[in-house]
């Protein structure tokens, strides 16, 4: 385990970002793209991405705290969550890279890791772009040399719920007075509110709220809120437009039930990146991600996903031990 910590440069003198280094990886950036440098073999390594789609991952990384498994940012970069600790590495899941020794995985404490990305997340974000956005929403700011921040767009967490929005003391359900306007897509939503008839005394247990008018208020694409936990079962809906910014490859299964519109789902091989599946969902579809899968979703247009977790902790080991099927139904 490293425990080396975040080394920052001044800003350079041609684009005016910071570069940085952890562990053994080196980033820069520039007017568009990102470069990530690493030595593997006795070979000099460099990977390139653009940077808009590296701050869109980058966003996710740390407002999901590294999510579940592995983040690919790319078919070459990317995180996996050792919950505690953090596995950072470039090429290591790419058959090509891997199979001459081209790869470099490197383990930090997370509280490393992710005080570095938040440096990165930060300096490399302009004013007026904002990694959540839809590209149509937040345009081209992104392009360029280093002009201001968005602080606010990067510090969102995402909201989750104790028990579901709307109960006493949880998240609220989004309104325009609460800063949650309807989006453009999403204009023509019910905003009708559901009708409780609590038994005396359980007002305070009984709720419901208008799930489709909380998410038409959403303002951020590809980030799920938790808007009803039981037990180890998180609903996570979400909704989203153009690509998801990152390749997901989670340590336990996931159920996708599209709610609205179609999303295109592209389905890999969690360890090479092989091409396995593509699932095209529409409004009604429901999919069970396997566990041995990395999945990247195109939404065409505005869309409602509902994302359905298992929280268990237990659980990447029992899929590591073999005491669980890979997919969660055996056809
Ligand atoms: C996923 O990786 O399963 C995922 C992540 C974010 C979303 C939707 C799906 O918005
Ligand atoms: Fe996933």
């Known amino acids: 385990m490293s425990s080396k910590n975040v080394k920052q440069s001044q800003p350079d003198s041609i684009n005016g970002y910071k570069s940085f280094e952890l562990g053994s990886f080196s980033f820069r950036r520039d007017a568009y793209f990102v470069h990530i440098s690493w030595t593997a073999n006795n070979t000099k390594m460099s990977h390139i991405i653009s940077a808009d789609a590296f701050l869109r991952a980058l966003m996710r990384d740390v407002a ?15 995180t996996t969550n050792r919950y505690g600790s953090v596995e950072m590495f470039a090429g290591t899941y790419n ?48 392009i360029g040399q280093k002009n201001g921040s968005n602080i606010e767009a990067i510090s969102r967490q995402r909201q989750v719920s104790q028990r579901q929005p709307g109960v006493p003391g949880d998240i609220e359900v989004r ?9 453009r897509a999403f204009a023509d939503v019910s905003q009708s509110t559901p009708e409780i008839y609590a038994e005396p005394g359980f007002e305070e247990e009984v709720n419901a709220f208008n799930l489709f008018a909380f998410l038409s208020r959403s303002d951020v694409t590809w ?19 153009y690509i998801l910014p990152i390749a997901h490859g989670n340590d336990r299964a996931e159920w996708f039930f599209q709610m609205s519109d ?67 139904v055996q056809f």
């Open 223 to 241: 980030n799920p809120s938790v808007t009803s936990v039981c037990k180890e079962s998180l609903f996570c809906p979400t909704t989203e437009e």
């Open 95 to 142: 058959k090509d890279l891997q199979s001459q020794n081209l790869d470099l995985l490197e383990v930090f404490d997370t509280p490393i890791i992710l005080a570095t990305f938040k440096l990165i997340l930060e300096d490399w974000t302009n004013e007026g772009f904002d990694p959540f956005a839809a590209p149509a929403e937040t345009g081209q700011k992104w």
């Open 175 to 183: 309104t325009d007075e609460n800063g949650y306007k309807q989006n």
């Open 64 to 78: 999901w705290g590294f999510f579940y498994g592995t983040v690919n940012f790319d078919s070459v970069f990317g």
């Open 262 to 328: 179609q999303i295109d789902w592209s389905i890999q091989n969690d360890a090479t990146g092989q091409p396995r599946a593509k699932v095209i969902m529409k409004a009604g579809d429901i999919a069970a991600m396997p566990a041995d899968c990395r999945h990247t979703g195109y939404s065409p247009k505005r869309s409602m996903l509902l994302v359905w977790e298992n929280a268990n902790p237990e659980l990447p080991g029992w899929y590591a031990d073999g005491k669980l099927p890979m997919s969660p």
